[in-house]
């Protein structure tokens, strides 16, 4: 009687104890978190959501839901899989897939400046300093490691060949931005910019690099 019990339930483990077991969780991802991936010749942006992600490609936008993944996060819809493991991540496009995808760090800020709708940002270093203009709207300027932080109303800006030289003044500030269209290489990460900036605060001088950024991706 005891062997048939034992027999008995070991044939009801066989049947269904394996079926108990859970599938994987999903990783929870911080929303609304701007990532740029490099894939060779292939970049693209992605923008996390609660539960989804939207991925800005050459010439397409796509929304993908999240789904279990053994390891990292997963995306997929519309035939399109977005995976990601730490700083890598595959993309796969149904009729081309890309591995090895790297994350850019250097590249968030001047995406969600983009995203946002600035039309000019540059950057300064010793002390760090950023700049970002917004044409019809306001200048900020942002220093002292972001505890400084100066916002002016945008003027239009006087043209003289290949500079361009913005003046505003308010709330006891004066600032003077002028942006020529030259050679500039950062003098921290060494990327190469389109145009020199030369900032004037309040009788300090800031000196960097700068781009002019393209319409933006949302």
Same mark, same amino acid.
């Given at each position: 009687?005891? %062997?048939?019990?034992?027999?008995?339930?070991?044939?009801?483990?066989?049947?269904?104890?394996?079926?108990?077991?859970? $599938?994987?969780?999903?990783? $929870?991802?911080?929303?609304?978190?701007?990532?740029?991936?490099?894939?060779?010749?292939?970049?693209?942006?992605?923008?996390?959501? $609660?539960?989804?992600?939207? %991925?800005?490609?050459?010439?397409?936008?796509?929304?993908?839901?999240?789904?279990?993944?053994?390891?990292?996060? @997963?995306?997929?819809?519309?035939?399109?899989?977005?995976?990601? @493991?730490?700083?890598?991540?595959?993309?796969?496009?149904?009729?081309?897939?890309?591995?090895?995808?790297?994350?850019? $760090?250097?590249?968030?800020?001047?995406?969600?400046?983009?995203?946002?709708?600035?039309?000019?940002?540059?950057?300064?270093?010793?002390?760090?300093?950023?700049?970002?203009?917004?044409?019809?709207?306001?200048? %900020?300027?942002?220093?002292?490691?972001?505890?400084?932080?100066?916002?002016?109303?945008?003027?239009?800006?006087?043209?003289?060949?290949?500079?361009?030289?913005?003046?505003?003044?308010?709330?006891?500030?004066?600032?003077?931005?002028?942006?020529?269209?030259?050679?500039?290489?950062?003098?921290?990460?060494?990327?190469?910019?389109?145009?020199?900036?030369?900032?004037?605060?309040?009788?300090?001088?800031?000196?960097?690099?700068? %781009?002019?950024?393209?319409?933006?991706?949302?």
């Amino acid at each position: 009687m005891i %062997l048939r019990y034992l027999v008995s339930f070991s044939l009801l483990c066989l049947a269904g104890c394996g079926s108990q077991q859970s $599938p994987a969780p999903m990783h $929870p991802v911080e929303p609304g978190r701007t990532l740029v991936y490099e894939c060779g010749d292939y970049e693209f942006i992605a923008r996390t959501g $609660p539960g989804e992600i939207a %991925l800005y490609l050459p010439g397409e936008y796509l929304v993908l839901g999240q789904v279990r993944a053994a390891a990292g996060t @997963k995306y997929a819809g519309d035939g399109v899989v977005f995976w990601s @493991k730490g700083n890598t991540a595959t993309l796969d496009l149904g009729s081309r897939m890309l591995g090895s995808c790297r994350l850019n $760090p250097a590249r968030v800020p001047w995406e969600e400046a983009r995203r946002r709708g600035v039309h000019f940002r540059a950057v300064g270093q010793e002390p760090g300093w950023h700049l970002e203009i917004q044409h019809g709207r306001k200048m %900020l300027f942002v220093s002292g490691y972001g505890h400084n932080r100066v916002l002016l109303p945008t003027p239009e800006p006087e043209l003289d060949g290949g500079l361009a030289t913005y003046r505003a003044s308010a709330d006891s500030h004066d600032m003077q931005v002028d942006v020529t269209v030259e050679y500039c290489q950062d003098s921290m990460s060494g990327e190469v910019f389109e145009n020199s900036v030369r900032v004037t605060l309040d009788g300090e001088v800031y000196l960097g690099c700068g %781009l002019v950024l393209e319409a933006d991706w949302e």
